[in-house]
């Protein structure tokens, strides 16, 4: 069973920095299985949003709002993924996920939330 738990959330100051972990178990994120990882986040009253990804071979995408922000990363001898987020806004507050897909079957963890605010 896979499982995802994220980590590093909290309270910054605009233009800030902190950095999101995700571990996984069950699975590795260098898998071949794994079709594709990512970080989403949602607002409150907002639908969930996609953040950045990463495909199986690596490549990264971002979501324009936080390109040139935000970095999204994983250290294959540790088992985990990170999203490096700097330059903090207050849009930028909102719970952030972590996701894989694997075999076609999105797995969620519970999410960590990141507040923005002075």
């Known amino acids: 069973q896979v499982q995802l738990v994220e980590s590093g959330g909290g309270l910054v100051q605009p233009g800030g920095s902190l950095r999101l972990s995700c571990a996984a178990s069950g699975t590795i994120f260098s898998a071949v299985s794994i079709i594709a990882k990512a970080w989403y986040r949602q607002a409150p009253g907002k639908e969930r949003e996609l953040v950045a990804s990463?495909?199986?071979?690596?490549?990264?995408n971002y979501a324009d709002s936080v390109k040139g922000r935000f970095t999204i990363s994983r250290d294959g001898a540790v088992n985990m993924m990170y999203l490096q987020m700097n330059s903090l806004q207050p849009e930028d507050t909102a719970v952030y996920y972590c996701n894989l897909n694997r075999y076609g079957v999105n797995y969620w963890g519970k999410g960590t939330q990141v507040t923005v605010s002075s």
């Open positions: 990463m495909t199986r071979g690596d490549a990264t």
